[in-house]
């Protein structure tokens, strides 16, 4: 089925907070909301049954994802450094670059993502960022360096949470960057707060799509700039009211393994977007630049140094490895689309 979005029209009014001009990370957490957000299809409904039973299965989420990340971000350290996201390479690359072509690929990623956005170094407007699923800190470490800038970063890990501080720690940049444990979708800060949104291959694990937007959207300054990296399905064709029996079936067999939610199109982004009048809306597909990932992953699992990794980190480490050739098959037959989607905040 298509992705479960809210409707257009529940989505154009945005709360109307005074904008913070605190700058300090240390100052921008304000008081947890205590009601989950994750409990949007309940409202309408007045079931108690309903919001019950959505708040379990989202909250069991959550947990999946915290425990995933918990036991498999050492191993991924230890094979792929740092940077929790695919390379972008030429169309032509090949699977057999050094481990260092690799991770230089996964750099490349990130300024792609800021080139396709418009933002560069010599504008000098990037302030203070928020990385919308951190991993380990990789993007927000490479960002403050960059651009001077204020990071924090926030996963549903506590491993990697304390991780991502300890390496800021250990390379001088604990006074730029830090990270803690909070919900993308029910995010503990002010309105209005950051000249730059990050998420890179985050949104995919976001069960309620219209949310994460939103909750994007609420927390960037006036005139701040979102950037979108993430796993999308194809788009559907005219006349189409979802996808095939056997796209779904690949997908679903992927979701069980790596706590993803339903998948959505980058087209279902842009409509969310444009259904918050957002501005300078771009998309791409990316899909062709990430094409060598999963493979050259396969490769360096099967080295001696990666199975021994392998056994050692764990049960979902082993199934996300097994889990690969349906992520390479995905990308093969045009199911699933490496998506990047970019837009404005309206001064």
């Known amino acids: 089925m298509k992705a479960t979005l809210a409707p257009p029209s529940s989505l154009i009014s945005l709360p109307r907070h005074k904008v913070s001009s605190l700058r300090s990370p240390s100052l921008l957490l304000q008081s947890q909301r205590p009601s989950s957000a994750l409990m949007t299809t309940t409202a309408s409904r007045g079931s108690v049954a309903v919001t019950a039973a959505a708040t379990s299965s ?25 940077h929790m996201h695919h390379g972008f390479y030429d169309p032509d690359s090949s699977v057999q670059l050094s481990d260092s072509g690799h ?5 490349r990623m990130i300024e792609e993502s800021l080139r396709f956005a418009g933002v560069t170094e010599e504008e000098k407007k ?4 928020v990385d919308v699923g951190c991993g380990i800190g990789g993007s927000s470490r490479y960002i403050a360096s960059k ?11 506590p491993v990697q949470a304390k991780r991502a501080n300890d390496l800021a720690t ?3 940049l604990s006074h730029k960057v830090s990270f ?19 998420s890179m291959e985050s949104g995919e694990h976001m069960p309620d799509k219209a949310k994460f937007v939103k909750e994007l959207v609420r927390v960037t300054a006036p005139g701040g700039r979102i950037i ?30 790596f706590y993803l939610p339903a998948w959505c199109s980058t087209t279902d982004y842009v409509e969310l977007l444009q259904s918050l009048s957002l501005q300078d809306i771009k998309y791409a597909d990316w899909s ?39 992520m390479i098959e995905g990308y093969k037959k045009g199911v699933i689309k490496f998506g990047i989607i970019t837009c404005q905040k309206p001064l």
């Open 180 to 198: 803690q444990v909070a919900d993308a979708l029910d995010q503990p800060f002010e309105d209005g707060i950051f000249d730059l949104v990050w």
């Open 288 to 326: 062709e630049n990430v094409a060598p990932f999963w493979p050259a992953v396969i490769r360096t699992a099967l080295t001696w140094k990666g199975l021994v990794s392998l056994l050692r980190s764990g049960m979902k480490s082993i199934k996300g490895a097994l889990t690969i050739p349906l």
């Open 58 to 82: 989202a909250e069991a989420l959550r947990e999946g994802i915290a425990e995933f990340y918990n036991e498999t971000s050492g191993l991924w350290e230890e094979i792929w450094g740092d």
């Open 126 to 129: 990037i302030k203070i960022v």
């Open 147 to 157: 651009f001077g800038a204020e990071c924090i970063g926030i996963t549903l890990s």
């Open 228 to 257: 979108i990296v993430t796993w999308c399905h194809r788009n559907l064709s005219q006349g189409e009211e979802s996808l095939q029996p056997w796209e779904q079936n690949l997908l679903d067999r992927i979701c069980k393994t």
């Open 170 to 172: 250990a390379q001088s």
């Open 103 to 107: 991770r230089e690929a996964q750099i």
